[in-house]
């Protein structure tokens, strides 16, 4: 298999995890299970899930404890994206070629379902206990919600989100905020994919701080790409509109320091990424590829 | 001291354990965690932390394991205020005679704030693994934010606002659509917090179990008791409008049932419910106290 057919079968095994831990739609409260399923069962690459189990596996992780974690992860990334689609956040009608949760549920119930899935991915890392043999395993799955809670959190992505939709509302925009944005509001959850993975498999802290720093890079790579596309692609490739950045009068990366430099720091980042996830005892050479791959997407 | 003494001091503890995990406002983010101390110091009795520290007590709790649970429970009946004030929901203005949250932060900064809440809960309640010394302590924390999870979730406290938001928007309220929602909306949380308290100090399954009934009676009783007030007090007395489930045409234990069955029930309701908190080995009088308090209260 080429590179894309196995990223393909481990986005439909991170889909198949995911579902395990998805509600069945019955009961009084039905509607808002029917909501939390319309909005997580609507497509992506599940990325962050493939990112931790890698990370997992590149520490040679064993044990079903990393399932309830990816399950969680995409939960919260989902939550994020039906909140964030809200009339009273970015008013987002589609999302993925399909309406937006409140669209077709109606804001307050979408205010519920995005309260239901974070709490739900809470209660479903949460469940990974039942599979602590041992006060070892008890701890790193400590350890794990706690990063789990630190980088979706108020130090983590709801920071970037705060300060993001505080840029929106005019705050000025410098380039130290516009990290500030990048490192939270995208970079926090793949740092917690990448250090889940590797607490769970038992790597030490050194190596987690390693993770920490490589996903970092990863996460600030993948956000400057984004503004790069948005600038050289074109709509057909992109399946989205390009231009929208400048369009809403957006600072991006690629506004602030041009094309040229931005494109060699997407590089520069990579290659630390790079550098760091070859420099540990074991490697996981699909992970490697993955994150090339992330950054040098065109769409 | 009497009663109402011990009462305030207990809600004064609650209050500064609360206060020592909530955010020091400051960074890129701190609108958001302005919003958040702005709603969760708003005041009120902080009944769940209590309810939840008297039962690890009642079993003869040690340690300080309680306290980040006792703040996380508090944060989170704190976050679901926060949403359900939003426009998106009941449209509230006031809440304890001051202006709802998003009233002065604006409705996206609101929802910020409630996830926010959320989330810090349980990054809160991760935190007490610190405490854990062995392995019986880390299982035991891991079986409470099990509950946390649960009883605040779709299977518990959101269930019950669904099924709330629903029949307000015109579904057909009938007498188990009712208890539905009282179970959820308002007896789940007073659950978390008595059940938590019981594990935590180490209560056996038995005893959880019987402090789960306990608290479903208890639960019961208080909103039956609210459905009373608002039809027999006196805005005076209640310092809140009277009469308003009747203005709402909102379908209530008392319509259902009339004032005398209403009645009945809360003490009936109670009697168990202090049956159950007499029955172990060892007792906590205070909690009896506050309990027959909480159910006979006039306002």
Chains 1, 2 share one sequence.
């Not at 469940?127 to 108020?154: H, M, N, P, V, Y």
């Not at 074109?234 to 231009?243: A, D, F, N, S, Y």
């Not at 950045?245 to 991006?252: A, G, M």
């Not at 760091?276 to 992330?294: A, D, G, H, K, P």
Request: hydrophobic letters at 40%; proline letters at 2%; a negative charge.
């Amino acid at each position: 298999m080429n590179f894309e057919e196995i990223l393909k079968s481990k986005t439909e095994r991170a889909e198949a995890v995911l579902a395990q831990y998805l509600p069945k739609e019955t009961g009084f409260q039905k509607k808002v299970l029917e909501a939390i399923n319309y909005s997580v069962m609507a497509g992506g690459k599940r990325l962050r899930p493939i990112l931790m189990e890698e990370s997992f596996l590149l520490f040679h992780g064993e044990g079903k404890q990393i399932e309830p974690f990816m399950a969680a992860l995409e939960m919260i990334h989902n939550y994020s994206l039906v909140h964030d689609d809200l009339p009273a956040m970015d008013n987002d009608e589609y999302r993925r070629g399909r309406k937006t949760t409140w669209k077709v549920y109606g804001d307050g119930m979408a205010v519920l379902a995005g309260d239901g899935l974070l709490n739900l991915a809470f209660e479903t890392a949460a469940g990974a206990f039942a599979f602590a043999q041992d006060e070892k395993t008890c701890r790193q799955i400590a350890g794990a919600l706690q990063i789990l809670g630190k980088k979706s959190g108020i130090y983590g992505m709801i920071g970037g989100q705060t300060a993001d939709l505080e840029a929106e509302s005019g705050a000025e925009l410098t380039e130290e905020l516009l990290l500030y944005i990048h490192e939270n509001k995208t970079a926090a959850l793949i740092q917690a994919a990448m250090m889940i993975g590797a607490i769970l498999a038992g790597a030490d802290d050194k190596a987690v701080g390693a993770m920490e720093r490589a996903a970092y890079n990863i996460g600030i790579a993948f956000q400057i790409q984004d503004d790069i596309l948005d600038v050289t692609s074109t709509t057909e490739i992109l399946g989205k509109p390009v231009g929208s950045d400048e369009k809403n009068h957006k600072l991006t990366y690629v506004a602030l320091h041009g094309l040229e430099k931005s494109r060699e720091d997407v590089r520069r980042l990579s290659e630390e990424a790079l550098a760091i996830l070859r420099s540990f005892e074991t490697r996981n050479e699909f992970l490697e590829e993955l994150v090339q791959f992330l950054i040098t997407r065109e769409k």
